[in-house]
C-alpha cells in the first residue's frame, strides 16, 4: 500500500480529505496515526508560552525612546542640566557616587579626601533599607535615597566643570582605565544588590561602553 | 486601582514614560517571543523587538482602538521583524542543510516539548519559519499572511504544508533518538 506523503498529511491537520484520501485513511493505521501526530504538532506549536525579553531590555529601549523623543517628561539627567553627557559618564556617576559619595569624584580627579569611602550616610541608608517594614517605610526609604543620589550627582558635575578636571575621554588608554574602574563599581554595587535592575543597568551600560570603546580601538581608523 | 488601558495609551502617546513602561510590561513578552520566533536568533530578536515598540510608541497618536491594541501592537511588532530581516537578509546560514535530528538532552515534561519546538523553528528555511509561526503559534489565516509577507493564499498553504512536514521529520527524528538514549517519548 502507498501512503499518503508528508505534505499531503500537513494539509488534512486543517482541510477535509477527499474521498480517495478518507478510504486511505480508514484502512491505513501508519498514515491515521501519522495525521495524528501531526495534530499534536499543530496543537502544541499553538501553545507555545510567551518569551521573557532580556533583563536589560527595558533600559535600552527607555535610552532609545529618550533620545529619539518619544519620551517627554525629563528624566534624572536632564533635570540636573547633564543630558549631553556621555552615557558612560553618567553611569560612573550613578553608581560610584551613589556608593562613595564625593570620595568618587576624588578618585577620578586624583584629588586627596579625608571622607571615607563608603561614609556613614551610606552606612545609615543600607541600615534603612534593611529594617524597612512595610511598603511605606521601603518607599519613604527610596525616597531619602534618591535625594543623596540627586545631590551626589550635582557633585559630580561640579566635579566635571572644574578646569583641570578629568582627560578621560580623549585618549585610549585613561578612557579604559576610567571604564575599568566603573565596570569594577558597577559590579560591587550588583553584588551588594543582585536583584536591583537600577544597578545591574548601570553595569550593563558600563560594560556596554568597555566593548565599544575596546572596538574603537581595535579599530583605529575609528578613534575618534 | 489599575488604570485603564485607553488611559494608559492616551498618557503613552503623550510621551509619558510610566505610561510607556506599563504597557511595555503588559506587552513585552507577547512582542519578544512573536519577533523571537520570526527572527530565529537572539541579538536579532531583542534588536527587532525593540525596533517594534519604537515604532508602536511613535504610532500611537493615531491609534484609533478600531482593533484591540494588544492585536494592533502584534502586527507592528511582526511587521517590524519581517522587514528587519529582510533588509539584513542576515539568516542565509538556516537555509542550509537540513539536520538529520534536533540534538537532545534526554529529559521529560512540557518543557522539553517546548524547547524542542523551538529549536526545530529555528532550522525550518526562513520563509516556511515564517509562515508556519503565522499560521500555526500566531493563528493567521492564510489571507492574513498572504497580506503580510506578500505572497498569494495558496503559497502561503503551501509553505505552511511543507513547513509542518519538515517539522514533523525533525521531531520524529528526535523522538527516536530520545528512545535510543531510554528517555520517554513524548506523543508527538
Redesign the interface.
Known sequence: MEHLN??????L?DERPSSEERTHLEACPVCTSELE??R???E???G???????QN??R???A??RS??????P?LFERLGLAHTPSWMKAAAAVLLFLTGTGAGAMMTGESTDRPLADMAMMEQAAMFASSQSVDEAASAVRVAEQNYVAALARYRELLMQDGGPDIGGDPISRMAALQTLVAASQAAVRQAPADPYFNGLLASALGEREATLRMVSTKDNWF | MAQSENELIRRAA????RA??SL?DRY??????VV??IAGD?DLA?DY??EA??RA??ALPSFRGDARFSTWLHRIAVNAALQALRKAETRKKHEGPEPEHVPVAPSRGDAL??KQ??RALDRLPEGMRQV?ILH??E?YTHEEIGDTLGVTSGTS?SQ???A??K???M??SLDGAMQEHGAEAW??
Open positions: 508528508a505534505e499531503t498529511i500537513a494539509r491537520v501526530a501531526y499534536s504538532q499543530v502544541a506549536l499553538g507555545l508560552p510567551e518569551i521573557l525579553p532580556p531590555d527595558w535600552v529601549l527607555e532609545r525612546m529619539d523623543g518619544l519620551i517627554k517628561d528624566g | 503623550d510621551g509619558d514614560a510607556i513602561r511595555y513585552a513578552p507577547r512582542v519578544f517571543a523571537r520566533r537572539d531583542q523587538a525593540q515598540w519604537i510608541i511613535r516539548l517546548q519546538l523551538e508556519l500555526d503559534v493563528g498553504k505552511l504544508f511543507k509542518r512536514a517539522m514533523r521529520g521531531l520524529a506523543s508527538i
